[in-house]
T-cell receptor, first 114, second 113 residues
Framework: DAGVTQSPTHLIKTRGQQVTLRCSPK?????VSWYQQALGQGPQFIFQ???????QRGNFPDRFSGHQFPNYSSELNVNALLLGDSALYLC?????????????FGPGTRLTVL | DQQVKQNSPSLSVQEGRISILNCDYT??????FLWYKKYPAEGPTFLIS?????DKNEDGRFTVFLNKSAKHLSLHIVPSQPGDSAVYFC????????????FGGGTRLMVKP
């Protein structure tokens, strides 16, 4: 039973560029959330996708956008990269939108912006 | 505005002893609390949770205590094992926020053999 997978593992970009990160949810899960974890901090919620629509959004600018595909996989796009966007980006999936459903996390994508 | 805080960035404990990790929160709308464990190069792994209607939940060596009046929760690990060495995150869920989680900054636990 495959868990949550993310690609790529690491990524290096320069300021102003755009980046796309990918996530495949755990088998049987249809809801995907994205979190940003800066160095030395806890994960911060970016947004959540269910039925190919953004359902909830955290306090992140419009430069952060996403997409969910019919197979429930998801992408996180960040435009006009800033140095402060350097972080570990985590994807989490759940079976449903149920508020107390356990979220399973992927290993993350480490983004470095130079 | 940090709504969930873990004030101890690190904790060192001898193998076999009790580890106590603490977490404070400010938002009274939080109704469900979770602890996640994170090893390097891996994503956070769910450990244990507690509903706001309870004050204790136990699962093997792990027990979570919730003190609503103090807005404080703690995770007890007894006995601690070297394999428990990891970063532990406290997370909270708000009843009006779907299943979005608000995380604390984490506590690095080191269990010495």
């Amino acid at each position: 039973d495959a868990g949550v997978t993310q690609s790529p593992t690491h990524l290096i970009k320069t300021r102003g560029q755009q980046v796309t990160l990918r996530c495949s949810p755990k088998s049987g899960h249809d809801t995907v959330s994205w979190y940003q974890q800066a160095l030395g901090q806890g994960p911060q919620f970016i947004f959540q996708y269910y039925e190919e629509e953004e359902r909830q959004r955290g306090n992140f600018p419009d430069r952060f956008s996403g997409h969910q595909f019919p197979n429930y996989s998801s992408e996180l796009n960040v435009n006009a990269l800033l140095l402060g966007d350097s972080a570990l980006y985590l994807c989490a999936s759940t079976r449903t939108l149920s508020s107390t459903d356990t979220q399973y996390f992927g290993p993350g994508t480490r983004l470095t912006v130079l | 505005d940090q709504q969930v805080k873990q004030n101890s960035p690190s904790l060192s404990v001898q193998e076999g002893r009790i580890s106590i990790l603490n977490c404070d929160y400010t938002n009274s709308m939080f109704d469900y609390f979770l602890w996640y464990k994170k090893y390097p190069a891996e994503g956070p792994t769910f450990l244990i949770s507690i509903s706001s209607i309870k004050d204790k939940n136990e699962d093997g060596r792990f027990t979570v205590f919730l003190n609503k009046s103090a807005k404080h929760l703690s995770l007890h690990i007894v006995p601690s094992q070297p394999g428990d060495s990891a970063v532990y995150f406290c997370a909270a869920h708000r009843r009006d926020a779907g299943n979005m989680l608000t995380f604390g900054g984490g506590t690095r636990l080191m269990v010495k053999p």
